[in-house]
C-alpha cells in the first residue's frame, strides 16, 4: 500500500474529511488506496490559514498524533490546470493552491487506532508489517489495490 506524509495542521484537515485535495509539486498517476501518514512536522503557515481557522477555531493545536498514520484514502485525479499558468483558475475548490498539482482525495477513513511509523517524502510504500495493521483495522480482505504503482513527489501541503 502506498503511503503519503502529510504535515500538520493539512492532516488534521484532511482526517475530518474537509481537507479534498492534497497541493503538490508534482502529479501522480497512482489512483486508489492510499495510508494518510501524519508528519512529526508542522506547516507553520498552514496554521494561521483561514479555512484551517474556520475548522478548529483557537484550538490551532488539533489532536492528530504526529509521526503515525492516521488514515486511509483514496485517490482519485489529479488537477494540473493552474499548475502551468499560476492564474488559470481550476474548480477544485477552497484547498487548491495556485500553482500546484491538486491531488483529489476521497473517500477518507480514520483508523480507529493511529499507527505508529517512519514517514517519508513523495508517495512511499508502507512496510507490510504497517500495512497489515492499517488493513486489519479496516477489516479489510481485499488489498488489489494496494500494491498500486506510485512515482516520488515532493511534500508541499
Request: aromatic residues 4%; hydrophobic residues 40%; contains cysteine.
Amino acid at each position: 500500500m502506498k503511503a503519503l506524509t502529510v504535515k500538520k495542521p493539512w492532516a488534521d484537515c484532511i482526517i475530518r474529511g474537509e481537507k479534498n485535495i492534497e497541493n503538490r509539486s508534482r502529479s501522480t498517476s497512482h489512483r486508489g488506496l492510499i495510508a494518510i501518514h501524519a508528519s512529526l512536522r508542522i506547516d507553520r503557515d498552514g496554521i494561521r490559514d483561514p479555512h484551517v481557522s474556520a475548522l478548529f477555531g483557537d484550538d490551532l493545536t488539533p489532536g492528530v498524533p504526529v509521526g503515525h498514520v492516521i488514515a486511509v484514502a483514496e485517490i482519485v485525479g489529479v488537477c494540473s490546470a493552474s499548475r502551468a499558468d499560476r492564474y488559470v483558475v481550476c474548480r477544485c475548490g477552497m484547498w487548491a493552491r495556485p500553482g500546484a498539482h491538486h491531488w483529489q482525495i476521497a473517500n477518507t477513513r480514520p483508523l480507529p487506532e493511529p499507527i505508529a511509523a517512519r514517514g517519508a517524502l513523495g508517495l512511499w510504500t508502507l512496510p507490510a508489517d504497517i500495512e497489515h495493521q492499517v488493513l486489519a483495522q479496516l477489516g479489510a480482505t481485499d488489498t488489489s489495490s494496494a500494491g498500486q504503482p506510485g512515482d516520488l513527489t515532493e511534500e508541499t501541503s
